[in-house]
């Protein structure tokens, strides 16, 4: 147990399909993180929240949505995505300014399939 | 933003090798951190740093803050086939207002037994 917990693990979904993802931790941490992470490129960063707050929107398409109704969960929700979209969705929490002796802790990520 | 950069992207070595990869910056940072991912996982913290010149161990792995706070390295001693997986290196940069970590490219390393 990584204390982030992520659902689905998997997921196929046709690009008319809406869908969430989920990710809940219950470290104490107060900011949580969406990245995406596409084959052969960098972790790319999506969303932050801070204090429930979203405090980061890297340019992410409007098809991503994200909801962070508390401290302890986070959503994505997605819809009429392309198939460029699939991926490994990371969810992230750390304490906000992280902790530096713990740095983020991730959870083990939902791999997305869109068809 | 901040930009990091990893070598080797990959590497596949034969398993009781010794493997050295880096991170680099044209900026400063505060903190570096080494992270680990799995095949199918999260990336998982393997080593802080937190001051230039520091070297820090776990286990098989080796780490250092590079003095001038513009890189650093990790090495792993006689690699074992669990090594397999993806290194992160992660870092704070000086001045960074968000507090936000910024990630390098990552290391892909393939152990051969």
């Known amino acids: 147990e990584t204390g982030v917990t992520q659902t689905p693990r998997h997921l196929v979904m046709g690009m008319t399909n809406k869908k969430s993802l989920k990710c809940e931790q219950h470290?104490?941490?107060?900011?949580m993180y969406w990245y995406k992470q596409s084959a052969k490129k960098p972790l790319e960063l999506m969303f932050v929240?801070?204090?429930?707050?979203?405090?980061e929107n890297n340019s992410v398409p409007s098809r991503f949505s994200p909801e962070c109704p508390n401290s302890s969960h986070l959503f994505l929700h997605l819809h009429t995505l392309q198939p460029e979209d699939s991926a490994l969705y990371l969810c992230?929490?750390?304490?906000?300014?992280?902790?530096?002796?713990?740095?983020?802790?991730f959870g083990s990520g939902t791999r997305l399939t869109v068809v | 933003g901040q930009q990091l950069n990893q070598s080797p992207q990959s590497m596949f070595i034969q398993e009781g090798e010794d493997v050295s990869m880096n991170c680099t910056s044209s900026?400063?940072?505060?903190?570096w951190l080494w992270y680990k991912q799995d095949p199918g996982e999260g990336p998982v913290l393997l080593i802080a740093?937190?001051?230039?010149?520091e070297l820090t161990s776990n286990g098989r792995l080796t780490a250092q803050f590079g003095i001038t706070r513009k890189d650093s390295f990790l090495n792993i001693s006689a690699s074992i086939p669990s090594d397999v997986g993806i290194y992160f290196c992660?870092?704070?940069?000086?001045?960074?207002?968000?507090?936000?970590?910024?990630f390098g490219g990552g290391t892909r390393l393939m152990v051969k037994p």
């Open positions: 992230a929490s750390s304490l906000y300014p992280p902790d530096l002796n713990y740095g983020y802790t």
């Open positions: 470290l104490g941490h107060n900011a």
């Open positions: 929240y801070s204090l429930e707050e979203r405090v």
């Open positions: 900026s400063i940072f505060n903190t």
């Open positions: 740093l937190y001051k230039a010149g």
């Open positions: 992660a870092g704070l940069p000086v001045n960074n207002a968000g507090n936000m970590l910024t």
